[in-house]
């Protein structure tokens, strides 16, 4: 079984659970096992609609939505979720790793990951959301957060100064445990509060909020979170689809927004 599409898990301002069976691809040796693919391989199509046809044959039931072409002739970009691996042309070989483009020093990969993420969080309204925005927003940003999550409860206490910043900080809930657990059953209360937000606020900063239930989109957030691989909280996820496993200062946070804004952060 494929491995779901996750960003990288060491940065300490991540509270994630331990991961298991998650392979670590140098991006040299990904792009040298991909030239020996295309040397090696048996058969390459001239037909596009053939390899694909041929592709989505062997990889029937995994789930994909797209397959396409490459610069890299005889190698595919097949969709499975919000992960991107890559197939040889006669759907024999299948490579999981980034495809870097050495003239460019960028991830094609990572830039089609950053799509499909932003894609997946477009498609959730701002109704079921908790927002928490500053008078002039400068950049919008969608935190994943679990209220017993110690780098969640650092980041939220800075919350006047991510705003003081222009940064619109969305927030879903992703109680890791689980649900109906004690973290969900917090974000349903926070949820069903009369003032949301004073509610996460008093959550947070571990003051009582009284315990209710309602509609709300808990199991929609933790879907959605699955969906993006997530492992860890804080998540957060610029408005490019770009990602931080992990806390972020707010200084540094409004430095790499301005510097993602102006095309400097590939």
Same mark, same amino acid.
């Given at each position: 079984?494929?491995?779901?599409?996750? *960003?990288?898990?060491?940065?300490?301002?991540? @509270?994630?659970?331990?991961?298991?069976? +998650?392979?670590? $691809?140098?991006?040299?040796?990904?792009?040298?096992?991909?030239?020996? &693919?295309?040397?090696?391989? %048996?058969?390459?199509?001239?037909?596009?609609?053939? @390899?694909?046809?041929?592709?989505?044959?062997?990889?029937?039931?995994?789930?994909?939505?797209?397959? *396409?072409?490459?610069?890299? %002739?005889?190698?595919? *970009?097949? #969709?499975?979720?919000?992960?991107?691996?890559?197939?040889?042309?006669?759907?024999?070989?299948?490579? +999981?790793?980034?495809?870097?483009? /050495?003239?460019?020093?960028?991830?094609?990969? *990572?830039?089609?990951?950053?799509?499909?993420?932003?894609?997946?969080?477009?498609?959730?309204?701002?109704?079921?959301?908790?927002?928490?925005?500053?008078?002039? $927003?400068? =950049?919008?940003?969608?935190?994943?957060?679990? &209220? @017993?999550?110690?780098?969640?409860?650092?980041? =939220?206490?800075? &919350?006047?100064?991510?705003?003081?910043?222009?940064?619109? &900080?969305?927030?879903? /809930? /992703?109680?890791?445990?689980?649900? =109906?657990?004690?973290?969900?059953?917090?974000?349903?209360?926070?949820?069903?509060?009369?003032?949301?937000?004073?509610?996460?606020?008093?959550?947070?900063?571990?003051?009582?909020?009284?315990?209710?239930?309602?509609?709300?989109?808990?199991?929609? =957030?933790?879907?959605?979170?699955?969906?993006?691989?997530?492992?860890?909280?804080?998540?957060?996820? /610029?408005?490019?689809?770009?990602?931080?496993?992990?806390?972020?200062?707010? @200084? !540094?946070?409004?430095?790499?927004?301005? !510097?993602?804004? #102006?095309?400097?952060?590939?």
């Amino acid at each position: 079984m494929l491995n779901p599409d996750t *960003e990288s898990l060491s940065n300490p301002g991540t @509270d994630s659970y331990k991961l298991t069976g +998650q392979a670590i $691809v140098n991006p040299v040796k990904t792009a040298l096992i991909a030239l020996m &693919i295309l040397c090696f391989s %048996p058969f390459v199509s001239a037909d596009e609609a053939a @390899d694909k046809a041929a592709i989505r044959a062997t990889l029937a039931g995994a789930g994909v939505t797209s397959v *396409e072409t490459t610069p890299v %002739p005889g190698l595919y *970009e097949v #969709v499975i979720g919000t992960q991107v691996v890559y197939v040889s042309s006669d759907g024999r070989y299948l490579l +999981q790793g980034d495809l870097i483009d /050495f003239s460019t020093r960028t991830s094609l990969t *990572e830039g089609r990951r950053a799509s499909l993420r932003k894609q997946l969080v477009d498609s959730l309204d701002e109704s079921k959301m908790i927002i928490f925005r500053p008078k002039k $927003v400068k =950049h919008v940003v969608t935190v994943f957060t679990d &209220i @017993d999550c110690g780098y969640c409860r650092k980041l =939220h206490s800075q &919350i006047d100064d991510y705003l003081a910043r222009g940064i619109e &900080i969305r927030y879903l /809930f /992703f109680p890791r445990a689980g649900a =109906h657990t004690p973290s969900y059953d917090k974000a349903v209360s926070v949820w069903c509060a009369d003032d949301r937000k004073q509610a996460l606020t008093d959550s947070k900063n571990r003051r009582p909020v009284p315990k209710k239930t309602c509609s709300n989109p808990v199991d929609e =957030h933790m879907r959605l979170a699955e969906q993006l691989g997530l492992r860890g909280t804080p998540y957060i996820l /610029f408005e490019n689809g770009k990602s931080v496993p992990g806390y972020v200062a707010p @200084d !540094q946070m409004a430095r790499m927004l301005d !510097q993602m804004k #102006v095309g400097s952060i590939n």
